[in-house]
């Protein structure tokens, strides 16, 4: 029993804020499709919580995560032109241009860490020099 305590103790805030986060969507998709509560309610809650999440960071003093910021952003404005009936179905269109983004970033990010010459960035099997 003492390992695991151990294990939790020596886990980063960063890493307990995402895990809750992650809890929180889980438990709130369910409760949306179990109660059929529609596309509208279920965006702008899941944006909530995802902008509920960067308050908590920046509460914590954790460096706020963008792209968080901006997808809870993206599904309460979603969410909120569902429930309102707006004609333009954005959604699917704010998606993949946030799963762009998303992608841009993490091969920019890559190739800058790669760049500068970081070793926790080498392959598994490869000496570091």
Not at 37 to 50: D, E, K, R, Y
Request: hydrophobic share 50%.
């Amino acid at each position: 029993m003492a390992d695991v305590h151990s294990e939790v103790s020596n886990e980063t805030p960063s890493r307990n804020v995402a895990r809750a986060v992650w809890g929180l969507l889980m438990i709130w998709t369910g409760a949306v499709l179990l109660l059929n509560w529609g596309w509208g309610v279920g965006l702008i809650g899941a944006g909530a919580i995802l902008l509920g999440a960067q308050v908590a960071r920046r509460y914590l003093r954790l460096k706020v995560d963008g792209f968080g910021l901006i997808a809870g952003a993206l599904f309460v404005i979603s969410g909120a032109g569902s429930l309102f009936q707006v004609p333009i179905d954005l959604f699917p269109v704010l998606c993949i241009l946030a799963g762009i983004g998303l992608i841009v970033s993490a091969w920019t990010a890559r190739t800058r860490h790669a760049s500068s010459g970081r070793p926790d960035l080498q392959a598994p099997g490869q000496p570091r020099a």
